[in-house]
């Protein structure tokens, strides 16, 4: 294999040393050991067309540009971020598609393209990460680049009805087909491509995980994306004096605390989760005085109006939780809305009895496999997580939940409350062998040499520059 060359919205820090998310774990541990390129958006936003910076980092390279305003709100916030990320998560009474979007989102994949085409060499791979890029392969081609590519969803692939009521789906499909390998985070992810594919296009498919286009073969796989389980065990196990002293206090008062933390996202499920806490305080009314629940927010695309409305949401009722259940030396909730250090949060995970994790729509979920890594083998706590996580393919042992049945939720946390040790320990050593055996390393070997294998086959079986379909004018 040549280098790799990665392109992502974003791209990493390499000077920072504690590395979040799979994601970029993953990609570093792939760039090092390999060498390579990663291109992305710089995070800037300027009126004018910016160029190609380049930075230097041992054998990687980083390439990043920044985006104009128009393209900024139109390719990012606009396609991206109002049209295919909640269709995805299908929430199609979100969706608000302009035809100026997807022009902009087609624009800007053509811009990044050019960018990339004259800094790759013949034999070098590439791979192009999530739904603001699913064009970048389609460019690419126009641009005679005859690499192997491959493509990596991060978020869920929708049902078929879901997907077929976004705008421009055929021409999003003609995109995907342009890959030599399509990544999705779960089985069902593949299932839901199959079915589509079977009522949409005209391909001929070989299997779920394979399919022909006129002379082109385009494999389909699940690759569930991991963390860095032992660096996070680590950080999970260094001493925060703030935390232990919390701990020691809800010890000393009998009490336990429950923990999410997320991106203030509407497909988080933040809501439901109030709502299903103030149930079980209302269920279970011998817990009041003893439950706390530590919400982390995040703040998250504050430029889409949706995000805004959560935010609201959220504030009120997790106010008024409080408000009825609050005592003078007790609150139920204690919602925080902002991002906390890694260093916190870790040791937050260690020492909270319950990680109640129910998004109602998520590719994967790493807070989940974090929650995991970061508990004591001998005292472990207990992981309640949504069935809507494609993290719950993996993570059978946990308590699965339907995060809209607000009732199972609250009955849920009572389960994992009163759960006996030897119960937890159990359900707790199965879950961190799945979480070790597919961590964030595992996840890139896999997919690389997935991408790598195919598209050899590919290369001897077929002519690489064949369209795969005609392109729709749809
Ligand atoms: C997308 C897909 C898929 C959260 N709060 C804080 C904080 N975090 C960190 C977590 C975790 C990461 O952010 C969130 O990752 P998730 O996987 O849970 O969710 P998304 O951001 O929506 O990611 C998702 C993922 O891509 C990877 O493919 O799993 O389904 O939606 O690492 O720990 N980190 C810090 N402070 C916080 O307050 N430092």
Redesign the pocket.
Known sequence: MGRLVVVSNRTANLAKKNQ????TVGIIDALRSQGGLWMGWDGNVQDAVGDLRRSEHGNISILTTPLTNAEHEQYYLGFSNKVLWPAFHNRLDLMDYRTEFVDRYSAVNERFAKLLAPQLENDDVIWIH?YHLMPMAAELRKLGIDNRIGFFL???FPPVDVFSAVPRHPWLRYCLLQYDLVGF?TLNDVHNFHRYLEEHSDADIISPELVRVRERTVHIGHYP?G?DVKQFAQTSSKPDDAVELERMRRKVLRRFQLIS???L?Y??GLPHRIKAFRKFLDLYPEYQGHAEYLQ???P?REDVSAYGDIRAELEQLAGAVNGKFADFNWAPIQY?N?????TK?APLFKSSLIGLIT?LR???????K?YVAAQDDSDPGILILSKF???AEELREAILVNPYNIQEVAEAIHKAATMPLEERQLRHRKLLRRVTDHDAQWWQRKYLNALLGHAEQQAQSSGRLAPAEAHPNV
Request: aromatic share 0%.
């Open positions: 979040a998310g799979g994601l999530d991060h978020i869920p985070q994306i963390i933390a997320d991106r996202d497909s988080k982390i927010a995040s998250s925080i902002r991002s906390i250090p890694r949060l998004p998520d590719g994967m979920n790493l807070v989940a974090e996580a494609g993290a």
